[in-house]
């Protein structure tokens, strides 16, 4: 008994060790995003914010006590997926569709990303308070990370250090309460912020296998990428994120048309669609509108906003605005801040523009000018007689954005699906009952017989045999697996 004690208790400690090491691999990237502490303008919070914060430790950890004393988490109830999805903007399900296509062989229809199947779409119910160890320890870990990593005390890292907390605990109490209901899979298609750096890590805690799509373009402030499986846009997205921890990459295109370059398209300059970012310049950006409709190539400004755009109420000059610019029936020059749609355009054969004047972001934050895919156009330039210089993108430097073009994308599809096969192989759908957390987790929600419904996914014939093995283990009962068939014949 008192050797089973020990154990117990060693188990626990271990446990705690695994989980605080999560917290801080998280905490650490959550940092390097606003590059330790040295924050640029636009991501700097409102000075509002944490009014009684001033910038020293003892601030941090009796700022961090307050927080966690104060915040209450929802309650999300998890139905039972042997693959979840973790994302919510149009961005992330884009990219999640794009999986559930090409894996489509391995799937089924009940895969596709619907809010059945993605966490940040389930029901939310009550709160609950955080009176947990964990929260009695994180505050002297917050201040341990501010030290070791040497970040820069600010408003705006000690707002990230809170939010990256907030959904750390989120997610922590939610599957650990729920951890019979934990995926075999989970496909995420965000790296950097809080959210959902503290759901992989959480993830990573609990065993689950993850895969990220990459969703934007980067830049050599986002962390390390540290999943099983990591599927990028490009080469150049590799050689940015650099070595990574415990990890394998794939590269594949997001150009999944035929792709054929020749001459890039400048032949229509009379319409120009401007492309914001999601924190654009409204002042600049109205300067350049204004300046546009006076050039005397120019009959139409088109103006598509960021989906998360703000303050365009506020833009001034003559434009239209319209969502998507597939939908245009006629030609067009594209004049594009530090957006990634500046390489979608560019893989379309088009000359693309890019006016850093839009955003606060820097000039050229992602590279796409330096790399010769893009020029480089400024505001001041711009008058009545402004013509747009002919410029073709390096086909070169394509390559290396795109998978298609240096031959890779073809095998490293098949590899994707292949880790995909191999994960499931053990799951319910699958009829293998040789883990017996599977035979536990029916037993567990055996009154309501849903988890059973993952056995729809089988042949029937496979799924009696499942459905009678479940009678031997002791997980069902004979007059269960009766009625099970009975509901689902009906």
Not at 39 to 63: A, G, H, T
Not at 144 to 150: A, G, H, K, S, T
Not at 351 to 380: M, N, R, T, W
Request: charged share 25%.
């Amino acid at each position: 008994m008192a050797v089973n004690k020990i154990y117990r208790k060693v188990k626990a400690l271990r446990e705690k060790v695994n989980l605080l090491k999560c917290f801080i691999s998280g905490l650490k990237s959550s940092f390097s995003v606003i590059n330790n502490g040295d924050v640029p303008s636009y991501r700097k919070v409102d000075d509002q914010k944490y009014s009684d914060f001033n910038s020293s430790y003892l601030s941090v950890y009796r700022e961090s006590k307050r927080y966690l004393r104060d915040i209450k988490t929802p309650c999300v109830k998890i139905g039972y997926r042997d693959l979840l999805y973790f994302g919510h903007t149009l961005n992330n399900i884009k990219e999640f569709e794009l999986f559930y296509e090409l894996c489509s062989d391995k799937l089924v229809i009940q895969d596709s990303p619907s809010k059945h199947n993605n966490f940040e779409l389930f029901t939310r119910k009550g709160k609950r308070g955080q009176n947990t160890s964990l929260n009695r320890l994180i505050p002297f870990v917050v201040v341990f990370v501010f030290i070791l990593f040497r970040v820069k005390l600010n408003k705006t890292s000690f707002h990230y250090a809170m939010q990256y907390t907030y959904y750390f605990i989120f997610y922590f109490l939610n599957f650990s309460s729920q951890k019979l209901l934990m995926p075999k899979i989970a496909v995420l298609a965000n790296d950097h912020t809080p959210k959902y750096l503290a759901a992989s890590k959480v993830l990573k805690f609990f065993c689950v296998d993850r895969i990220y799509f990459q969703h934007g373009a980067v830049s050599d402030l986002f962390p390390k990428l540290d999943y099983e499986l990591s599927v990028l846009w490009n080469e150049k997205s590799a050689e940015i994120y650099g070595e990574s921890s415990n990890n394998k990459l794939l590269t594949i295109s997001r150009q999944r048309e035929r792709l054929n370059f020749v001459k890039a398209d400048v032949s229509d300059k009379s319409n120009i669609v401007i492309f914001t970012t999601s924190i654009p310049n409204v002042e600049n950006l109205s300067l350049l509108i204004e300046r546009l409709n006076r050039t005397k190539e120019v009959s139409n400004v088109f103006l598509q906003p960021h989906p998360r755009g703000k303050n365009l109420s506020e833009v001034r000059g003559s434009f239209s605005v319209i969502r998507d610019y597939k939908a245009l029936s006629h030609g067009f020059v594209p004049i594009v801040g530090n957006s990634s749609i500046a390489l979608e355009l560019a893989l379309q054969n088009r000359a693309v523009y890019q006016c850093f004047d839009l955003d606060d972001i820097g000039y050229d934050y992602y590279g796409f000018v330096s790399d010769d895919i893009c020029l480089d156009i400024k505001i001041a330039d711009v008058d009545s007689e402004y013509s747009f210089p002919t410029f073709t993108p390096s086909v070169k430097a394509l390559k290396i954005y795109c998978p298609k073009l240096s031959g890779v994308d073809k095998e490293h599809i098949s590899q994707l699906n292949d880790f995909v096969e191999q994960k499931l192989a053990s799951s319910i759908r699958s009829g293998n009952l040789s883990n017996r957390s599977y035979v536990r987790l029916i037993k567990h929600f055996k009154p309501e017989l849903k988890l059973l419904d993952q056995l729809l996914l089988l042949e029937s014939s496979s799924r009696d045999d499942v459905l009678e093995q479940l009678v031997i283990e002791g997980a069902i009962s004979f007059e269960e697996k009766q009625l099970y068939i009975r509901r689902n014949e009906s």
